[in-house]
């Protein structure tokens, strides 16, 4: 359902506050998904600053005193704890094409194969 408030009003900015929160709540869900679902450890070193900015932006929204945390209309907490999210993402994007393993290649003590020494010479 669409709720309109005169722009100014002290409605309007209550809407507005539990909107925003639920939108960076969304961001948080899915910067969650993201980190517990990788062990590159660039990808969450990533995701965990992020959830640090968001989790700010969202105190910061709390903190004005205009979120209604009752208010499921203008948060719609189902639709923001959906696992869809993170499946609709492209394929280079997707969080296990960030957990492929990284294959290391071990020293060796010799030349590379299928070359030859200088003492062959």
Known sequence: MQRAAPTGSAEFDQVFANR????????????????????????????ERRMEVVLDHIQVIEATGMVDFDDTEAIPL??????????????????QAL???????QP??????????ASSW
């Open 99 to 105: 957990v492929k393993p990284v294959v290391q290649q």
């Open 20 to 47: 925003l929160r639920a939108a960076r709540g969304g961001v948080f869900t899915f910067l969650a998904q993201i980190l517990s679902s990788t062990r590159n450890t660039e990808i969450r070193a990533f995701a």
């Open 78 to 95: 189902p639709a923001l704890a959906a696992p869809a999210a993170v499946k609709n993402l492209p394929a280079q994007v997707q969080p």
């Open 108 to 117: 060796t003590t010799g030349p590379p194969a299928g070359t030859r020494s």
